[in-house]
């Protein structure tokens, strides 16, 4: 029996990465025929196999779905603000040229938590070109921290989908995660952004485009920088509150009832990001003279992209689904009930191994998180513990972007490398995000 649930799950790991690689068929399909013939050669039954389909994709979605949704309109609406921009260039007034790295960092940081991680380089890109002509140094000086701060952030901070999706799957709370995001993300963007940025511009110097018209912005309408991260932090602090006060903490700080109650509603992640959705909408829309026209279509492109990420996470649910109904995930979680390969090593593997295969992180984390889940059952891990597992599994996806990654092409594209430059740069980068995330979370795995 165990040999052929063996069989079973590596040929469902298999068949994906054929799928997607070789037949170049979309991540969403992969994954659901890949759950389907896993519970097929495990000795399911065939109603069972999709009534396990249709409950993993069911309860993955009921949460995903309504976050990732919200914070596709929060971030839509922050974009066409001007409200990165604004950031961006209080952080450089405020930190100075030559400090300019740190504050992009920052700036991609905070300015990711909203915003897809593409839409904000693009957003964000003409003020590197300004940047690297203004002070002739390599373009990589600046560029390579904007990409540090964004991509730790997509990777390890909610509401970004990625860790919402890992999030739901391992039932990880989602105001521990964010704590541990922040733990874990501030050295790691510090460490891949500016420092490694300072060495890697000296062997590699890399001229901005030449200037076009179009690239001139005007900020005279833009918000105010503070009122933006207020918008921006609002939701998650709610969130994180929420999560201390419903803890044995709040049970010591002795609160009321009906003051936890009222946080409790607040600091729910469907609630929160509501509020944050409302105030931006009137404040960075209705109160700067943008029609309600004008925002019902942003908000409309806004869930486009968020469609895409919506299904493949409930894919990943049914994969998840197939492999607990199985018995699969209780056989591999058995067998690493050892000291010396614990669940966060584990996961972050798995989640790299995939990364490097098939290129997309989310594809790999929603994997990861798969496999992962069962895990959970064997070890009865505690919330802080499979928030610090929903870290490891983010920074296993981030390793290694290389050529089957479209951010590569992304980043190639826009600073004007070659592909040898792309790797020494951005490949470096992002497997410096993932040594470092891998790091962290296993420290805290053994202090908490």
Not at 38 to 43: I, P
Request: net charge neutral; charged share 10%; glycine share 8%.
């Amino acid at each position: 029996m165990e040999a052929q649930l063996l069989f079973a799950v590596f040929a469902g790991i298999g068949l994906l990465l054929f799928l997607i690689l070789r037949l170049k068929l979309q991540a969403f399909l992969a994954l659901l025929l890949s759950a389907i013939v896993v519970g097929v050669l495990s000795g399911l039954p065939t109603e069972s196999v999709l009534q396990s389909v249709t409950d993993g994709i069911g309860g993955t979605l009921g949460f995903v779905a309504t976050v990732v949704g919200l914070g596709s309109l929060f971030g839509a609406v922050l974009e066409h603000s001007g409200g990165a921009q604004a950031i961006a260039q209080y952080l450089l007034k405020k930190f100075g040229v030559k400090n300019a790295p740190w504050s992009i960092m920052l700036t991609g940081f905070f300015v990711a938590i909203p915003v897809f991680f593409d839409v904000a380089f693009i957003i964000l890109i003409p003020l590197i070109y300004a940047l690297q002509r203004s002070t002739k140094k390599s373009l990589l000086l600046y560029a390579l921290p904007l990409l540090a701060g964004l991509a730790v952030t997509h990777a390890f901070i909610p509401p970004t989908p990625g860790p919402i999706a890992v999030a739901d799957i391992l039932n990880a709370n989602l105001g521990w995660v964010i704590l541990f995001g922040f733990i874990t993300g501030i050295p790691t963007a510090a460490i891949a952004g500016p420092f490694f940025a300072k060495r890697i511009a000296k062997r590699i110097h890399i001229e901005a485009p030449e200037e076009i018209e179009e690239e001139k912005e005007s900020f005279a309408n833009a918000p105010k920088p503070a009122t933006i991260l207020l918008i921006i932090f609002l939701p998650i602090l709610l969130i994180v509150l929420n999560t201390v006060l419903s803890s044995p903490l709040g049970a010591r700080i002795g609160i009321s009832e009906t003051f936890l109650n009222i946080i409790q509603l607040l600091g729910h992640p469907f609630t929160a990001l509501i509020l944050a959705n409302l105030i931006a909408w009137y404040i960075l829309g209705i109160r700067r003279n943008v029609s309600k026209e004008k925002l019902l279509e942003i908000s409309t492109k806004a869930l486009y992209p968020a469609g895409v990420i919506i299904l493949l996470t409930g894919a990943g649910g049914a994969f998840k689904q197939i492999l607990i109904d199985t018995g699969v995930g209780e056989m591999i979680a058995n067998t690493l009930q050892s000291d010396y390969f614990p669940p966060v090593i584990f996961s972050f593997i798995l989640a790299a191994l995939v990364r490097i295969m098939q290129g997309s992180s989310t594809v790999a984390m929603i994997t990861a998180a798969g496999i992962t889940a069962p895990l959970i059952v064997q070890n009865n891990l505690n919330d802080m513990k499979l928030a610090i597992l929903v870290i490891a599994i983010a920074a296993g996806a981030s390793i290694f972007s290389h050529v089957n990654d479209s951010g590569f092409w992304l980043v190639k594209q826009y600073l004007g490398l070659t592909e040898k430059q792309t790797f020494k740069s951005w490949s470096i980068l992002t497997s410096l995000i993932a040594c470092i995330g891998l790091v962290v979370s296993t420290l805290l795995w053994y202090v908490v």
